[in-house]
């Protein structure tokens, strides 16, 4: 089957972006791929010649950059040159919450999307497909859609161009995005335009089963993708309620999760307990799905989706108390070691992270934070805190503090808790025997993830607390 797409153009360099793009270029070395972003230092990071800088950590991402950069795949800060170059365009910026004006707190912004499609209305050529993979809310499409039709009405000069916009969303989950890529469950492709969908549905067609490929109306599509991450996000929601009820009850979370999750009706993915979901999509696509309720005056159906929302900021607050409670009713002063800052493992990733809150409300309870992630800068982790870093010292640290440590037994030491906060591999190995020794007794293990081996029990002088086991 023959493709008319050539070249391809990415608007974003970002999580979805720059993966998505790199996975592409990959598997379709006859297309010309260029990912590009406004962001100067981004774009520059990824040109880096020392892969271990490039922006974003991603297991696998490293391989395939190697592979294609400056073969077919090329990242740019040339904008307008490279939508003038291309057949096909995927917008892939970010669209994070309003914080002002009307639906604030809850609609996405779209001004990013805008200024993408009015860029694409000026500098593309001919017949240019663009392809919606920004998570968004539903009916952009039509947005994009009318920006690119209007502009072009008063820009006599360039009759020649159309436009078909397609949905594509992107299903990929951070720390397995190559994984995902590369076989996905599914693709879906929302769209009117039958000759635009067969194109991209081409491309697809160079590594994925065409039985995967699913084609609806672009509706469907858009609103598939809200639908996807809000009940992803339930059944975290779902597991986290019932942790407090097993404390309570002297049931243990892991047990329950694992009697449930073999009933082949709910299966056993996405019922692991933690301390909230975080990560840039399941709260912005649940406030954007209880807009649009509102929006069309269905209360009940946004009151519903709110609770997801409530419960996970409840575990947030409920972990910050039982980490005091344990410590004698008092932080103040206190070291306390964190083990983990990104929202999952195996991501640089820390938007929405829950060790963001838990983080903030112990350094207002007077706590001195040593913070610890093998992937997390400390410029990240204070852009996140909007709190500045302070060295700890013993003496004079009561008004709560956070230093970000390279060394985990840096971190450990002096410290009257560790907290886990995400699941990182390498937290499941630690030889806790040697490492509570730089602690000072009686020391605590808060245990957020559970993922400490069972026998820290018998560790003598330990006092472990594990989310959802009765202690
Ligand atoms: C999610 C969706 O999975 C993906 O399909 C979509 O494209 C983008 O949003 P992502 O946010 O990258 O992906 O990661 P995900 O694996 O879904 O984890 C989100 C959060 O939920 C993390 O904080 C994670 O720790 C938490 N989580 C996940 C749990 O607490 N328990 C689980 O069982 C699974
Ligand atoms: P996501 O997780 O959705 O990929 P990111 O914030 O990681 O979100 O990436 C989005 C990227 O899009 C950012 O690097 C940002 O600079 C870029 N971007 C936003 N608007 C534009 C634009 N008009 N042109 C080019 N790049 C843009």
């Given at each position: 089957m023959e493709s008319k797409i050539k070249n391809i153009c990415c608007i974003g360099a970002g999580y979805v972006g720059g993966p998505t793009m790199a996975v592409l270029a990959d598997k379709c070395p006859h297309i010309n791929v260029s990912v590009v972003d406004i962001n100067q230092s981004r774009i520059d990071a990824w040109n880096?010649?020392?892969?271990?800088?490039?922006p974003i950590y991603e297991p696998g991402l490293k391989a395939i950059v190697r592979r294609c950069r400056n073969k077919n795949l090329y990242f740019s800060d040339e904008v307008e040159k490279n939508i003038a170059k291309a057949d096909m365009i995927f917008i892939s910026v970010n669209t994070p919450t309003k914080t002002k004006g009307i639906g604030a707190g809850q609609a996405s912004d779209l001004k990013w999307i805008e200024k993408s499609a009015r860029q694409i209305a000026n500098f593309a050529q001919e017949e240019t497909i663009v392809v919606e993979k920004?998570?968004?809310?539903?009916r952009t499409a039509e947005t994009i859609q009318r920006i690119l039709r209007e502009t072009n009405k008063n820009n006599s000069l360039d009759k020649k161009k159309t436009f078909s916009v397609l949905s594509n969303p992107e299903f990929l989950a951070e720390g397995t995005a190559i994984k995902d890529l590369e076989n996905p469950d599914r693709v879906l492709i929302g769209g009117e335009d039958i000759k635009a969908i067969e194109e991209l549905k081409k491309i697809y067609l160079n590594w994925i089963d065409p039985s995967k490929i699913i084609i609806s109306n672009i509706w469907s599509s858009e609103l598939s993708k809200l639908i996807a991450n809000a009940f992803l996000a339930q059944r975290i929601s779902s597991i986290n309620s019932i942790t407090s009820l097993c404390e309570a009850t002297g049931a243990n979370i892991t047990e329950v999760s694992k009697a449930i999750g073999l009933d082949s009706r709910i299966g056993?993915?996405?019922i692991t307990p933690g301390p909230g979901f975080g990560g840039s999509c399941f709260k912005k696509d649940i406030l954007n799905l209880i807009y649009i309720c509102n929006y069309y005056g269905l209360k009940e159906v946004a009151d519903y989706w709110s609770k997801v929302l409530d419960i996970n900021q409840w575990q947030k607050q409920r972990i910050t108390e039982i980490i005091i409670k344990n410590l004698f009713g008092t932080v103040n002063g206190k070291k306390l070691a964190i083990l983990g800052f990104a929202f999952?493992?195996?991501?640089?990733d820390t938007r929405e992270s829950p060790a963001i809150e838990i983080c903030k409300n112990l350094i207002n309870e007077g706590a001195n934070l040593a913070i610890y992630d093998p992937k997390v800068s400390s410029d990240q982790i204070e852009k996140e805190l909007n709190i500045s870093q302070s060295n700890y010292n013993e003496e004079n640290f009561t008004d709560g503090s956070w230093e970000s440590q390279e060394d985990l037994g840096c971190a450990l030491k002096g410290s009257d808790a560790a907290i886990i906060l995400t699941e990182w591999d390498m937290f499941q190995e630690l030889n806790w025997a040697e490492l509570t020794k730089l602690m000072r007794p009686p020391y605590w293990i808060f245990d957020?993830?559970?993922?400490?081996?069972?026998?820290?029990?018998?560790?003598?002088?330990l006092n472990l607390w594990r989310l959802g086991i009765d202690q």
């Open positions: 880096n010649e020392d892969l271990t800088l490039l920004s998570t968004l809310p539903v056993t993915k996405f999952k493992a195996n991501t640089n957020t993830r559970n993922i400490t081996k069972k026998n820290l029990e018998d560790l003598e002088g």
